[in-house]
């Protein structure tokens, strides 16, 4: 799941790496529990380091043209996914 991006002919991966992706849909102050919980494991790396690292991966999640793989994944969490991601986003920024 480290690239969240398995083969096409992989369904078994794709339903595997929506999974993991699953928690990108929680509502809104679920992911912002979970996020405070990421930046705990992350709590070596300073507040800017962090930021700029992670605003990355946001931005690399966003950029693709779909987060999950499977279509009842992009049905119920695609939506959700990407309002929490830039959400999140706007406050690493300010």
């Not at 799941?1 to 929506?18: C, E, F, K, R």
């Not at 994944?73 to 959400?87: K, V």
Request: hydrophobic share 40%; net charge negative; proline share 5%.
């Amino acid at each position: 799941t480290i690239a969240h991006d398995p083969a096409a002919d992989d369904h078994n991966g794709q339903v595997l790496s929506d999974a993991d992706l699953a928690v990108l849909a929680l509502p809104p102050t679920e992911y912002r529990v979970n996020t405070a919980k990421v930046r705990a494991e992350y709590g070596h790396v300073s507040d800017m380091d962090f930021r700029v690292g992670r605003s990355r991966v946001i931005d690399a999640l966003l950029a693709a043209p779909t987060l999950f793989r499977t279509p009842q994944g992009r049905q119920l969490w695609e939506d959700a996914a990407r309002t929490n991601l830039r959400a999140e986003l706007a406050s690493l920024s300010g």
